[in-house]
């Protein structure tokens, strides 16, 4: 018979196990704890307020502005009175505008969205205005972003996801793919998954660098805060790879405040190279 010198005692499980759980912290060590302490999932309802008649509003090119990079690209567009504008849980967290000389729909969305809401959201935009073709505008964080090299650019370039059916050619060099292993956990990684898996319609997005590592999702709803600006080159770049591209004016979003006075982009190379993940 052999024993184990390091047991005390016979173990506290045997070959028949209960099926009421013992690991259950909130039943045994716990007394007054409920079985199931389960955090209760928001149901979010999206409305459309309408200011227009949206029958003639349909099949039309859409422009999504998401998050601050969004919004640093949309205050150079002459938006005008929004057409509709769009709530969850009566906050109005975003608008849609139509240019009319364009001929193209500008949504903004203005508040950061929890992930339960993101999906609910795009949902909602993309078959009321069943669009044509979308893109959207989002910022990536530069300082968290994994490369294939070590090497790493002093100015980091405008990145860019599409979907299969979009076939865009992207040929300015400083627009490069955004590539795996990164993910994007944001409401324009919503729209793109939906043009791609259900709608099959034409999506293309395009990532300005933010120079921060970025904060999970909110669990609530909550107003977007700018705390960063870009160089109006870059966000000229990034409008001039639009097809067809808007009227953007550099006026309109240096009154905002949403352009760098400086290129804040530029960092050390050293400074630069320790931010920088890569495999």
Not at 184 to 208: D, N, V, Y
Not at 252 to 267: E, P
Request: proline letters at 8%; glycine letters at 6%.
């Amino acid at each position: 018979m052999e024993v184990e010198p390091l047991q005390d005692g016979v173990p506290n499980r045997y070959a028949f196990e209960s099926d009421d759980s013992e690991d259950d912290i909130g039943r045994n060590a716990y007394p007054g704890v409920p079985d199931k302490t389960r955090r209760t999932r928001q149901v979010y309802d999206v409305d459309i307020v309408w200011n227009m008649d949206e029958s003639t509003l349909g099949g039309k090119n859409m422009y999504v502005a998401i998050g601050q990079a969004g919004l640093a690209w949309a205050s150079g567009v002459q938006l005008g009175a929004p057409t509709a504008e769009i709530q969850l849980k009566d906050i109005k967290v975003a608008s849609v505008h139509f240019i009319e000389q364009d001929g193209v729909l500008v949504l903004v969305l203005k508040y950061e969205l929890p992930i339960s809401a993101m999906n609910v959201f795009a949902s909602k935009v993309l078959s009321t205005f069943n669009p044509s073709r979308v893109t959207i505008v989002d910022g990536y964080s530069s300082p968290a972003y994994i490369r294939s090299s070590r090497k790493s650019d002093l100015d980091h370039p405008i990145r860019y996801l599409q979907t299969a059916c979009a076939e865009n050619k992207i040929t300015s060099k400083g627009v490069k793919p955004f590539r795996p292993p990164n993910l994007l956990l944001s409401t324009s990684a919503a729209f793109l998954g939906i043009l791609e898996q259900g709608q099959r319609i034409p999506g293309l997005l395009l990532l300005l660098p933010f120079p921060q590592i970025e904060r999970p999702p909110p669990r609530t709803i909550e107003p977007i805060r700018t705390s960063v600006g870009w160089p109006e080159k870059q966000v000229v770049e990034l409008n001039d790879t639009f097809s067809p591209s808007l009227n953007w004016s550099a006026d309109l979003a240096k009154d905002s405040g949403r352009l760098a006075v400086s290129n804040l982009q530029k960092q050390k190379k050293s400074d630069s190279a320790d931010m920088s993940m890569y495999i």
